[in-house]
């Protein structure tokens, strides 16, 4: 059994920035694919980033590219969301999902290829 645990969101004003946390227990170096997700309220969930922890590639979904960066940290057993220039669009639920099904790129950023969830973390950003 994984167990994913998220911290750092939080309230912020638009242009702001955040980091989210998500430590992974087995350890990071265990699972093959780790992502942020998000859902806004009456949204679908939403790909954010993916990394591959064995080599540490980074894919990012489309609302990300520029402005968020995904890493991980193998002795703190943890994967980083930084995020910057936050736009109020940017508010919903963050999620840390790990363990991808397939490891074909195309469906990195689909929620259903995921085996493990955290309980998800705010993020609310005012204009």
């Known amino acids: 059994q994984v167990q994913l645990v998220e911290s750092g969101g939080g309230s912020v004003q638009a242009g702001g920035s955040l980091r989210l946390s998500c430590t992974a227990s087995?350890?990071?170096?265990?699972?093959?694919?780790m992502a942020w997700f998000r859902q806004a309220p009456g949204k679908e969930r939403e790909g954010v980033a993916v990394i591959y922890t064995p080599n540490g590639n980074t894919w990012l979904g489309d609302t990300a590219k520029g402005r968020f960066t995904i890493s991980q940290d193998y002795a703190k057993s943890t994967v980083y969301l930084q995020m910057i220039g936050l736009r109020p669009d940017d508010t919903a639920m963050y999620y840390c999902?790990?363990?991808?099904?397939?490891?074909?790129?195309?469906?990195?950023?689909?929620?259903?290829?995921?085996?493990?969830w955290g309980q998800g973390t705010q993020v609310t950003v005012s204009s």
């Open positions: 999902a790990a363990d991808c099904r397939s490891d074909r790129v195309s469906v990195y950023l689909t929620w259903n290829n995921y085996n493990y």
């Open positions: 087995p350890d990071i170096y265990r699972r093959n694919c």
